[in-house]
């Protein structure tokens, strides 16, 4: 079978989180046109696309994951004059950009809502989800997912903030409207759309289904037909649920649906099986290799296709939860980069991961923006936790960890902004910012943009076989084969020297964030060491 490549397959995407990326006009917000001035950066770096979380007209009841009207720009980010500006001058430097498609519910300060919440009668009532009465539905962010309506009388639905009613995905006008508002965007000129939740849009409240319903696929494959289908973009699911299986439905090519899925079962291992995420628990470093391989080898090219990531803007920073923020902060950060970046799968990289940014020391909630965390703190005062207990999750895993502005320089408020941020800028700056990275040949930013380049020129690294090794338990070991050629990659996934023990030998040296060995049949690796190597 011969399967046909995809620019996706072989690309790097960037996620600009734009509040947090660069500030152009003082008001302590980061906006398009900072965007557009930081594109000289990207393309050093070298991505090949931008993953830009939500611009559009929003209240900000969660940051612009709030939609107020999709055709239109949120007045802080600027205005659809600066997109337009932005997507032809990334387009003039060959980075697409893709758009955050957030259709699982809108704002309630939308128009469709405005009009929904007018009576029963109005014909934007079956737009979103009504009922008499409430199950017992809870919402992402603490509470009920049901909101009483009082001047219609009714119940609404909103899995996340009270401000994000639901949509109603059984509407067929809902699902045209939506497709029509993702043609504009093609028409724009777009290079795809990430999609938030979109696991969601299936959903069956009465019978408590969130999550993979009956019809989602029947929906996506719609909609890859009346917009995207016959268009070369890059289109990846949010898809908390998914294993593998799953993300064949989304993903095998003949089944037009998307390009690929993020999913999430790795993050997952940062707390116990039905734990709240709040409840860090150290890693297993046995189920991480496990985890993370099962998602290389059942999901053969042609059969599917996943993402790699280890950071995006709902995570704390990898680095700082199972890696070493303090002296082997750079060591492990490059060794992520090379685990990740040599399996198979679409990177992502999320801003301020190429230079080893890491999580905040949130000591008090007045420090702290979001809704979730805000919710929770408020949820779990109520229930009789101590504020420091609450505190102690949110610091370890709040997602204001990975919203702190982005760290451009030495001067004030890191070169973000010249106001004052709406997010304090981590104290850390004086050290980890963008300048000294390039200064610094050695830098982890080198490190990933190596990793990026290396992708562009070697098909073993896109398409290639992948095989774990039998090794100690810190040692993350595996092979990816390919047309005849196997390449070795070693990573020390711990704070503790390692010895790894092989007969193979070194052909090629690929990366190393050290050192190459010289024999690999006795490798001493020191602390988070890593390397990849052409092997005979
Ligand atoms: C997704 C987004 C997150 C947002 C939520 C609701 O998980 O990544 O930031 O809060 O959806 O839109």
Do not use: C
Not at 66 to 89: C, P, R
Not at 246 to 268: C, D, N, T, W
Not at 286 to 313: C, D, M, R
């Amino acid at each position: 079978m011969t399967i046909e490549r995809k620019w996706w397959q072989s690309a790097v995407v960037y996620q600009v989180y734009p509040r947090s990326f660069q500030d152009s006009d003082g008001d302590g917000i980061g906006d398009i046109k900072g965007i557009t001035s930081r594109l000289g950066y990207l393309k050093t770096l070298g991505i090949t696309a931008i993953w830009l979380s939500p611009v559009y007209a929003s209240p900000m009841d969660d940051n612009g994951y709030d939609i107020s009207d999709y055709e239109n720009i949120a007045a802080v980010f600027g205005s659809m004059a600066d997109m337009e500006e932005l997507l032809a001058q990334a387009k003039a430097q060959g980075i697409r950009i893709i758009m955050d498609l957030v259709v699982n519910h809108t704002s309630d300060e939308h128009a469709w809502f405005v009009e929904a919440r007018q009576s029963k009668a109005n014909p934007f009532r079956d737009y979103y989800i009504w009922r008499d009465q409430p199950n017992d539905l809870t919402s992402a962010f603490s509470g009920s997912a049901w909101e009483f309506d009082e001047p219609s009388g009714q119940y609404y639905l909103h899995l996340f903030s009270k401000k994000q009613p639901d949509l109603n995905w059984e509407n067929a006008q809902v699902r045209q409207a939506v497709y029509d508002m993702m043609n504009f965007w093609i028409d724009k000129g777009v290079g795809g759309f990430r999609m938030d939740v979109i696991d969601l849009i299936g959903k069956v409240p009465d019978a408590r289904i969130t999550g993979n319903g009956p019809k989602l696929h029947d929906y996506l494959h719609e909609m890859n037909q009346a917009t995207f289908g016959e268009r070369d973009l890059l289109t990846v699911g949010e898809t908390w649920g998914a294993t593998p299986e799953i993300a064949k439905q989304y993903s095998a090519p003949e089944r037009q649906e998307l390009s690929m899925v993020f999913q999430f079962e790795h993050v997952g291992l940062s707390h116990a099986p039905d734990a709240p995420k709040w409840d860090l628990i150290a890693l297993d470093k046995g189920k991480f290799k496990t985890v993370l391989s099962k998602w290389q080898t059942e999901l053969p090219v042609g059969a599917g296709w996943n993402s790699l990531f280890w950071n995006n803007h709902d995570l704390p920073r990898a680095i700082s939860i199972w890696g070493n923020t303090g002296s082997y902060r750079v060591q492990s950060a490059k060794a992520f980069a090379i685990l990740l970046h040599l399996m198979r799968g679409t990177p992502f990289i999320y801003q301020g991961e190429e230079i080893g940014m890491t999580n905040y020391d949130f000591e008090d909630i007045s420090q702290v923006a979001d809704i979730e965390s805000l919710n929770l703190y408020a949820e779990r005062l109520a229930q009789g936790y101590q504020p420091e207990a609450i505190m102690a999750s949110i610091r370890a895993v709040g997602r204001d960890n990975a919203r702190t502005p982005m760290q451009w320089d030495m001067t004030e408020q890191a070169g973000f902004t010249t106001g004052q941020p709406w997010l304090a800028v981590n104290e850390n700056y004086q050290t980890i910012n963008v300048a000294a990275a390039l200064a610094d040949k050695t830098s982890i930013f080198y490190t990933y943009q190596r990793l990026i380049a290396l992708r562009k020129q070697n098909d073993w690294l896109v398409y290639g076989d992948y095989q774990l090794l039998e090794t100690s338990e810190s040692i993350f070991a595996y092979l990816r084969h390919f047309e005849g050629q196997r390449y070795l990659v070693v990573v020390n996934f711990s704070d503790d020297p390692a010895i790894f023990k092989s007969d193979f030998v070194a052909e090629k040296e690929m990366i190393a964030n050290r050192s190459f060995p010289d024999d690999l049949s006795q490798v001493d690796l020191a602390p988070w060491d890593a390397f990849a190597v052409a092997v005979k």
